[in-house]
């Protein structure tokens, strides 16, 4: 069988997980293939062999729910057989929302049955900019020891001849209350509140550097950035902008964090589901 790890992931955490999970499979001795999702398109996924395959799928939570890009791939994937999957999110310690059940239910249908899944506590990557990013220091080491468990538990899993599958009523973790709430929230609706992501042309050189580092490729130079409607404010243009041209409100973004964290009733660390 081969494990097939589809990841994205424009600050790096989830990319670091997915990089946790080849290598512990590869150490033992599974085949294992890791794939960004920021430079594979559903054209390339879709001409892949998903038979016999157990696909990794793991997202940051943006706005209480998987990045929508994830999701639409996820929708062009083949229906399957029997395929397995063990998906996982990254997320900031605000709340993980609906992701993890989304993704598992989306899974299920195409025929990846789930096995296992998995939450990972990671900094917060709106956060960037202040002196104490919100879960500064994660992923650490009781992610990099859950990650082990997560792989071990798995590899049991497949080797044993009745495989097993996950319930997915062990997803439905939060509170009503707040099930509820995620079910209304959007990344659309909340970026329809943000105010536009626009470049002083005073500052700006007009260098690319925005250009290179956005995950979705929404950005072209006209002379100056024209952001584009599929941008995901994962704000990878304002963090490398070596000009600092874009205008960012850290210590606000930071505020309302804050807030929001100390709302959400989910309890904050990661954990792992079997
Ligand atoms: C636009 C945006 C929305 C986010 N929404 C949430 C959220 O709803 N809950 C949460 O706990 N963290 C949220 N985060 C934080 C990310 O989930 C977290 O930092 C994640 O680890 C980022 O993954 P990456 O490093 O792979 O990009 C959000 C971050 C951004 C940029």
Not at 8 to 35: H, K, N, Q, V, Y
Not at 125 to 141: D, L
Not at 176 to 181: S, T, V
Not at 187 to 215: E, I, Y
């Amino acid at each position: 069988m081969l494990h097939r790890i589809l990841y994205f992931s424009p600050a790096g955490t989830t990319a670091r997980i997915a990089g946790w999970i080849d290598r512990d499979l590869r150490e033992r001795g599974r085949r294992s293939e890791l794939i960004n999702l920021a430079t594979c398109d559903s054209a390339g996924l879709q001409a892949f062999d998903w038979s016999n395959c157990c696909l990794w799928l793991g997202s940051p939570v943006y706005c209480d729910h998987a990045i929508p890009l994830v999701e639409h791939q996820l929708s062009q994937l083949p229906v399957v057989v029997q395929g397995f999957s063990v998906p996982f999110v990254t997320w900031g310690g605000v709340t993980s929302g609906l992701a993890l059940p989304e993704l598992a239910t989306r899974l299920k249908k195409q025929g990846f049955k789930p096995l296992a899944a998995a939450k990972f506590l990671a900094e917060h990557s709106s956060t960037w900019k202040v002196s104490e990013p919100f879960y500064r220091g994660y992923p650490g080491r009781r992610e990099r020891s859950l990650v082990q468990q997560l792989v071990n538990r798995v590899c049991e899993r497949l080797d044993c001849e009745s495989n097993g599958e996950l319930n997915l009523e062990k997803l439905n973790y939060l509170p009503k209350r707040m099930r509820e709430a995620s079910a209304g929230k959007t990344l659309a609706l909340v970026k329809s509140a943000m105010p536009p992501l626009v470049a002083d042309s005073n500052r700006c050189t007009a260098c690319g550097f925005c250009v290179q580092h956005c995950p979705v490729q929404c950005i072209t130079l006209d002379p100056y950035p024209v952001i584009g409607s599929t941008c995901i404010r994962c704000m990878q243009c304002v963090r490398h902008c070596p000009e600092e041209a874009f205008s960012f409100s850290a210590e606000t973004v930071y505020e309302r964090i804050m807030v929001m964290a100390e709302e959400s009733d989910e309890k904050k660390e990661s954990q792992i589901y079997i």
